[in-house]
Each structure stands twice: as structure tokens, then as C-alpha cells.
């Protein structure tokens, strides 16, 4: 069946010097993995790096066939064209790690189409925000609502995470980022079934130290 979809990238992994796999979470799909043929040379690799950094937004055509547990993709195209996403290391490295947190996520081929808006509005926002210090903070906060888990400033356990509800919470230190993260780590781990720790989390806190 051919499908025509929004996507967007959560991970390209090689699996040797012919063939990778795209893993994308789609709008009409949900989370569906994809052949990647002709990797060839170095420079191609590095090419395919670049088409497909995390979170990259696409339009995408491709076939899918109910016996097959790896779809072929056919033809993409970038449906929003970052500004300061691809040259601003702070926004990169929150991009992977917010991108690591959905794979390890978002484990069920199940179409969400809310939560892929939700997804494109973070794309957006990590974007185009001036200050995206913050950004994956107010993510790992929003996702958890959207996975039914949601945090409520109001409860007396939740106090350490009242900081983010709180309209001046651009103004965090780096230390608070630190520990809020840390934090929402473990509330990921005690409340998401399954759930891996990102190995972006060491980059996060290094870049963001």
C-alpha cells in the first residue's frame, strides 16, 4: 500500500555500509521503521546524517506492506525548514535528547495524531525560541501529560517540579536545570512502564553545565 505522511525523525541507525533504518513517528502511522539503501562512502553517511538530524520534520512517501516489519521509504522532503536548529549546539543537543526520549518511548506502532502536533509544536518552539534553555524541561513536563502521567504543582510530593509551572522560570539557574532534569528522570522511571534512560543525558548535562 503506498501511504503518504507527515514524520518525523527520531533515529537513523547503520546497520552496515549498504543499509540503515530510519526510524520515524508518523502522523497517520504512529512510530514505523524504514529501509535506507546506498549509504555507500563516508560522505554519503554524513549526508544522510544531515537530511535526517532528530526531529527533523518530512512529508514522506512510502510503501508499506502488512508482512513486513520494515517499511521502504520512496521519497521525502523537508515540511519545515529550521532556522537555528541545525547550527546552535544547545539546540541540537536538546533535540537528541528529546528525540532519544521518544524512542525509547514511543515503543508501539500506534497513530496519535495529537500528540504528533504536540511534537511539532516542540520542533518549533526549540526552533525558533529565543531562549531554548528551557525547552526540553517544559517537554518532559508536557509529554508526561501527554502520556497520561502528568505532574500537579499543587501536590505537596510534586513541590521540587514548581519551579516550572511557574511563569519566571526562564529565569533557572543551572544548577535548578540540573536537578529538575535529574528529577524528571526518575519521575520518568518510576511512572513510564519500561522506561531506558537517554544516553544524551550525560551530553545534556555537560553542555548545559
Known amino acids: ?64 506492506l502488512q508482512n513486513r516489519d520494515i517499511q521502504q521509504l520512496k521519497e521525502f522532503t523537508p515540511s519545515y525548514v529550521a532556522t537555528q536548529l541545525n547550527s546552535d549546539i544547545r539546540r541540537q543537543t536538546e533535540a537528541l535528547f528529546i528525540a532519544e526520549m521518544l524512542f525509547n ?48 504543582p499543587d501536590n505537596p510530593s510534586h513541590r521540587l517540579f514548581r519551579p516550572l509551572f511557574d511563569e519566571e522560570h526562564k529565569d533557572l539557574t543551572r544548577l535548578q536545570r540540573q536537578v529538575l532534569l535529574r528529577a524528571l528522570m526518575d519521575y520518568y522511571q518510576q511512572h513510564v512502564p519500561a522506561f531506558r534512560m537517554p544516553h544524551s543525558l550525560d551530553i545534556m548535562t555537560q553542555v548545559f553545565a
Request: without cysteine; charged residues 20%; proline residues 6%.
Open 1 to 64: 500500500m503506498n501511504v503518504s505522511t507527515q514524520a518525523i525523525v527520531l533515529h537513523l541507525a547503520k546497520v552496515n555500509d549498504k543499509v540503515a533504518i530510519l526510524h520515524l513517528f508518523t502522523r497517520d502511522h504512529g512510530r514505523v521503521p524504514y529501509y535506507i539503501y546506498g549509504i555507500g562512502s563516508a560522505h554519503k553517511r554524513n549526508r544522510l546524517a544531515q537530511l535526517f538530524m532528530p526531529l527533523t520534520l518530512l512529508d514522506i512517501e512510502a510503501v508499506h
Open 105 to 152: 518511548t514511543l515503543v508501539h506502532p500506534m497513530p496519535d495524531p495529537i500528540l504528533f502536533d504536540f511534537l511539532t509544536e516542540v520542533v518549533h518552539h526549540l526552533d525558533q525560541r529565543p531562549d531554548p534553555e528551557n525547552v526540553h524541561l517544559e517537554f518532559l513536563v508536557s509529554f508526561l501529560e501527554q502520556l497520561g502521567f502528568g505532574i500537579d
